[in-house]
């Protein structure tokens, strides 16, 4: 379950119509555990800033590498109460470049997320939405070696619950603009009756990531990743301890192939 910052074709994180105004009207959002300060894991640490009216203002994560360790600082930009863009650096003594801006449908949702490398476009994720306003499919647009247009070679297609939980994710790929997606894997998705606490956070899927972990009203407890030829299935389990306001404290992770263990630990303010 990732909470990375990076964007790619990702692990299995937005939103009902309710959520998408959450995100960018933060004061209606159910932040009675607190908000969300700190996340932690053996490798990484994320430290969360707000602003005034609770909508992320910095949010600052260092990656350890061996003996090594570098940082990412993402700053998200408003404008009129609306997610507009986001800046980063890796380093806070210098002045942040533009990573990532935001398009809005006709409903005030997010629709396109475009992303940057030395001020310039090197890809785009055009967002789908269903009739329920939830996220039904994020197709990723790139711009191939030696071509000047962009092309989409990879989607993925999400399956709710009347929860509002994804419960399945199909991973779709295909080698040229003009032929069918093809099915690559399909990730399944199971669920406590919590809260997700990252819904108490304005904006988190959008800045970070958008994924089944950031999107969903409840917290995953299992993920099944299978590929489309029903070989190597890879499952994985995730362990809850709650504070008193019933937001978790600590995940606990486990591959079911390895039993390795990785145990994240959130804080709130």
Known sequence: MSLSLNRGALSATVLSAALAICAFKPAPCDNNGGLLHAISSPTDKTVLTYNADKSIAKLVTTHAMGDDQYTDVRIPVYQSGKLVKTMSTADESQAPTLFSSFGYDSKGRIDKISYYEENQVSGYDSLVYDTKGQLAARYFFVMQAGKQTFENHYCQLYTWDQKGNIIQQENMGRVANNVAFALSSTVAFKYDDKLNSQKSVPGFGYI????????????????VITTANGANAISKSYAYNYNSKQYPAQITAKNSGTNEEVVTELTWE
Do not use: M, R
């Open 208 to 223: 970070t990531d958008l994924n089944a972990v950031n999107l969903s009203a409840n917290n995953i407890v299992s993920e």
